[in-house]
């Protein structure tokens, strides 16, 4: 979304470091998901990073905090009672006359629903169009505003100055919605300011925005604030014409203006002088001059090629011109054009890698991207090993499937940095894999007790009959001197109602991965300061890799508690691991007493093992709850897949209310020969929904099996067992989801050394291993359905695939679960935008997701500050510094104390609301360089900006920027000022145009954050081209695997 006037070409900002290195591009922009994960979406111009040292930017970077409603106490003289749909009595003087599409007025009608009108007051609280208005009409925000309940504050009206001027507000802060509600509140108003010192009547209109949280009132088709018809934005003569009117693009369109979306209205800007949630009109003569509103949902288009759009809202007297500067786009029509209008676009088909191009509309700029030629890929897309001491997987399992049309692929290993000790191998190295029949390729580490300290390998696998091919870096981050603390989960949610019987423990399984024994122990403040939560125990001893699990019960006592979210941070701490603390975050809902009923089952997978002619293994407690209120009844039925009925439930039937039915689950081997045994249960409730619980059961053949210890049984095959899904099992929108796996084989010990994958709403999800055979990810729903497939599949290089599929249901998130959320592989460096990928010390990163700030607000002195806007994030045991919030991105540097070798927590905190957890391994450098449209940000030897005019030159000298550089000499605190010199620990090495050149610097730039400066001399090798592919590589890792990164030379 963009917004402009005659001559104004700049877009929307979300300042950062790497704003820190960008020359006024404010293009604003999100991590989207369009299927997988592991590729997503960014606004093409985000980050273009036309590189200037940071600390000037940072100097001179606007401070958003502030907001863009104006607070003088003039404007806030007057109110309007508590109504709905109501205005003033009167027309209200203004102070100053103004010339409105001819006529001229004084004064003006004041209506509550968003927006002011000449000639008489408005009561509509539907929009239906600002063309349909029969009075000249100034609509900031037009919708069924309620000012009747508690929370909402009241409409109000003045004058006061602006800038020395007269001006006129209405005032729109905190209000709610039709019918009386005041759980979500928008912060909006309309300031008048004359201007008759340029001609009589002249003035400037200007709408503020600080906060959008709803669009729609109950009568206008919405519910819960959403929906329906929405607002509308604009102005219009009165004359009932679509030529006298003007919308803002948005305008009744679902979800676009709030702050939850990438185009809402605190995020625009027109006329404004960069302050954000202002745009401007400048009436002159008694007519708007020309505005421009544009529209485009940037996306990468696939290789195939497609058709494209941008809408344009303009005056219908207004003219504007569309262009193209790549000869794989064509736009159809003429190029001169006027008033209203939608630009579409076609975009040919690829052949080639991916590329990049930019169309021009109405004098913005949308960079249009395009996939490369590609038919395969490969799941999980980066393989990421952290060990201590001596031990490792042996074993990784890879899916290759095939995009479209069956591919003979071919693959092969490399090791590129980590010594040659470190050997490898693939199997199968060929194969054909299509659409419905995906291969599996095994990498084998073959001396995995000779493991370098880190290193890094790639995986090719290629398309042998069209070329295409996709890599797969392979990053071992091993700690030789400490264990690393991993846990089965991050995340627990508790779901009871008020005055109700406290839900069923869950269990938090705790692993190491070094050699030796590991003490861990929760944090006693935490529990202290949030009584109603509790660990047992808080403290206990992590066996040696691959000796077992430690476990600590977490429960929830909500006695005494009102109505609410009650949320907890619980560090954890591990003497001696490498990523101590790692972090939980507990989440408690007690909902009204008056909520519905609720089915909850303790677990939704069992695993038995026995002996075969041994005895029947200890029975296993399924606990069934109600997480709303009232009756709830429940009817248990077994089913075996064969093996006859060895599978009983006590008791079959009962109730879960007023407190949980606890029923004990039995697997008898009477008469089993040995194998892997499946069955499940059938859970139907009074509230007419039913639920699978599935077992598995492990008949060992000799030497009675366990999840620990396989005695003298050879394992014959393997079996998957999620405990977190299951057919009938239902879901919320953005609440966080752990995915909770079991890999056993045949004799009943677990299986380390699997490779699992979660399909799910398009996407698809690497399950990690804890340790003992359990496996654990995270799942964040995203979109609602009463209806959507949940795929597991288990790859082991002895055992084959397993996969299980069920039928899920994910519901709309509720109004009060209204806590940031992280997107999905939603941490990423900031140069290069690598998803899934490590993160380094020191790094530059980019957090996605939703509801983190309520307003923009960036650090403006260094060093960085840890909380902007009632925000911090949390990575280990540190605030990491800030150089950005917003409402759906954060960017941050990782603090130079955090150490390699293992995964680290971080967590978003909102005012006190928090994320759940993610995991991310931390590698000593993630090499990327800054770019923008794809080309690389720099600076020839004289510090201009290279670009298609002021190329880089063979035989000068070429200044790069980039990010993950790793510890330098010396090494600056975190958040403060680089010295005037430094030097990267890790050396690099840049290529353009493959040819290796001599690097003279690299280091931080001076008196930077985060940012690193690479110079290098161009040889007269170099090729000369328009688009000459530059990268660094560092520590076997080569910057901006997804796009590349170029430069004209000459």
């Given at each position: ?46 980050f ?96 069924d ?100 009117s ?53 996306q ?15 005056p ?90 069956p ?10 940095s ?22 599996t ?28 091919s ?5 990053i ?28 069923p ?48 019960t ?35 809902r ?96 009074s ?31 393997m079996d ?31 299986v ?8 799910v ?12 055979g ?31 599929s ?157 990010a ?26 840049v ?36 688009e ?13 695997p ?9």
């Amino acid at each position: 979304m963009a917004m402009k006037s005659c001559g104004d070409k700049k877009k929307l900002r979300k300042p950062s470091q790497a704003d820190a290195v960008v020359e006024n591009d404010t293009n604003n922009g999100v991590l989207q998901a369009h299927g997988n994960p592991y590729r997503p979406v960014y606004s093409a111009a985000r980050f273009v990073a036309f590189l200037i040292l940071s600390f000037v930017i940072l100097a001179t970077a606007p401070n958003a905090d502030a907001g863009a409603v104006r607070t003088n106490p003039g404007f806030l003289q007057n109110s309007i009672p508590r109504n709905d749909d109501g205005s003033t009595s009167n027309s209200i003087p203004i102070g100053f006359e103004v010339d409105f599409f001819g006529l001229k007025f004084t004064s003006a009608y004041v209506n509550n629903n968003g927006n002011i009108t000449f000639g008489g007051p408005l009561a509509t609280f539907t929009p239906q169009g600002l063309s349909a208005s029969p009075l000249r009409i100034i609509a900031p925000f037009w919708a069924d505003v309620d000012t009747r309940a508690s929370r909402s504050e009241l409409v109000t009206y003045g004058q006061d100055t602006v800038n020395g001027r007269r001006a006129f507000g209405a005032n729109y802060v905190n209000v709610g919605y039709f019918g009386s509600h005041d759980d979500k509140l928008n912060s909006f108003q309309l300031i008048l300011i004359d201007r008759s010192d340029l001609g009589p009547g002249n003035f400037d209109i200007e709408f503020n925005y600080d906060r959008i949280d709803w669009e729609t009132g109950d009568a206008s088709g919405g519910s819960g604030g959403f929906g329906g018809t929405p607002a509308s934005a604009g102005y219009s003569n009165g004359t009932l014409t679509a030529d006298g009117s003007f919308e803002i693009l948005g305008s009744r369109q679902r979800g676009i203006f709030l702050d939850s979306s990438r185009f809402g209205l605190i995020y625009r800007s027109l006329n404004s002088g960069g302050v954000r949630g202002r745009v401007v009109f400048f009436v002159r003569s008694g007519n708007v001059e020309c505005s421009y509103s544009t529209l485009s949902i940037d996306q990468p288009f696939p290789w195939e090629g497609g058709q494209g759009a941008v809408q344009v809202a303009a005056p219908s007297q207004c003219p504007w011109s569309v262009t193209s500067n790549a000869g794989f786009i064509t736009i159809p029509g003429d190029s001169n054009r006027r008033g209203s209008g939608i630009v579409d676009y076609i975009v040919a088909e690829n052949r080639g890698p991916a590329r990049s191009g930019r169309i021009i509309v109405a004098g913005e700029s949308y960079i249009v991207v395009q996939d490369g030629f590609q038919t395969l890929r490969v799941n999980p897309p980066t393989v990421s090993i952290s060990t201590a001491g001596s031990q490792a997987q042996t074993r990784i399992s890879l899916r290759v499937e095939a995009i479209r049309d069956p591919v003979i692929w071919a693959a092969a290993v490399t090791v590129k940095s980590g010594g040659a000790q470190w050997r490898m191998q693939l199997t199968p190295a060929t194969g054909i894999a299509s659409v419905d029949a995906p291969s599996t390729v095994v990498l084998q580490m073959e001396n995995p007790l000779l493991l370098p300290s880190s290193a890094v390998a790639e995986i090719l696998v290629w398309d042998t009959i069209f070329g295409p091919s996709v890599a797969v870096p392979v990053i071992l981050g091993t700690n030789q001197l400490g264990a690393g603390l991993e846990l089965s989960q991050s995340s627990f949610f508790f779901q009871v109602p008020q005055a109700g019987a406290a839900p069923p423990a869950q269990t938090l399984q705790l692993s190491n991965t070094g050699d030796l024994s590991l003490g861990w122990t929760i944090d006693a403040g935490t529990l202290i300061a949030n009584p109603w939560l509790n660990f047992s125990p808080t403290s206990g001893v992590a066996p040696a890799r691959g000796s077992g699990l430690s476990n600590s019960t977490v429960s929830v006592n909500p006695a005494g508690l009102s109505a609410g979210i009650y949320q907890a941070l619980v560090p954890i701490h591990a003497a001696g691991a490498v990523n101590s603390p790692q972090l939980v975050s507990v989440t408690l809902r007690v909902v009204a007493a008056s909520t519905a009923s609720s089915p909850e089952s303790s677990t939704k997978g069992f695993v038995f093992a026995s002996q075969q002619g041994g005895v029947a293994p200890p029975a296993q407690n399924l606990t069934i709850s109600n997480t709303g209120a009232g009756q709830l009844l429940f009817q248990l039925s077994t089913f075996t897949d064969a093996g006859g009925p060895w599978l009983t439930v006590s008791p079959p039937s009962g109730s879960a209310a007023p407190a949980p039915a606890s029923v004990q689950v039995r697997a008898n081997p009477a008469g089993l020969a040995a194998g892997i045994y499946r069955g499940r249960i059938l859970a139907n409730y009074s509230t007419g929904s039913a639920q699978e619980i599935n077992v598995t059961f492990i008949v060992a053949s000799t030497g009675r099996g366990t999840l620990f210890s396989r005695g003298e049984c050879t394992p014959q095959g393997m079996d998957v067992i999620p405990t977190t899904v299951t057919n009938g099992a239902n879901y919320t929108v953005s609440v966080p989801q752990p995915l909770l796996a079991w890999v056993v084989d045949s004799c009943g010990l677990g299986v380390r050394d699997a490779t699992l994958l979660a399909d799910v709403e398009g996407i698809t999800i690497p399950l990690e291993s804890v340790g003992s055979g359990l496996y654990e990810a995270q799942w964040l729903p995203s979109l609602a359905s009463t209806s959507a497939e949940f795929v597991l599949t288990a790859m082991h290089g002895a055992y084959g695939t397993i996969q299980r599929s069920f039928l899920i249901s994910i519901s709309s998130s509720p109004t009060d679960l209204a806590y940031p959320v992280i997107s999905t592989n939603g941490v990423v460096e900031s140069a290069g935008f690598t998803p899934g990928g490590p993160l380094a010390p020191g790094g530059m990163i980019s957090v996605f997701g939703t509801r983190f700030a309520t307003i923009e607000a960036s650090s403006t002195s260094l060093p960085l500050q840890r909380q902007l806007a009632g925000v911090s994030l949390r990575i280990g045991g540190e605030d990491a510094p800030l150089f950005y919030v917003g409402p759906t991105q954060i960017n941050a540097q990782v603090p130079y104390g955090i150490r390699p070798g293992a995964n680290v927590s971080i967590v978003v905190n909102s005012g006190g609301k928090l994320s759940a957890p993610q995991s991310y391994l931390v590698v000593p450098a993630r090499p990327g360089l800054f770019s923008g449209d794809g080309f690389a940000a720099a600076l020839d030897g004289q510090s201009r900006r290279i670009t298609a005019t002021n190329p880089a030159r063979r035989g000068n000298a070429l200044q790069l920027f980039a990010a993950g550089l790793g510890l330098t000499d010396p090494q600056p605190q975190s958040g403060a000022a680089s010295p005037p010199s430094s030097s990267v620990r890790i050396s690099v090495r840049v290529k353009i145009g493959g040819v290796e050149v001599p690097v003279t610097y690299q280091g931080l730039a001076p008196g930077s954050v985060g940012l690193y400066q690479i110079n290098v001399v161009l040889l007269d090798s170099v090729p000369v081209g328009n688009e000459v592919p530059v990268v660094i590589e560092q520590d076997g890792l080569t910057s901006n695997p997804l796009a590349a990164v170029r430069l004209p030379v000459r």
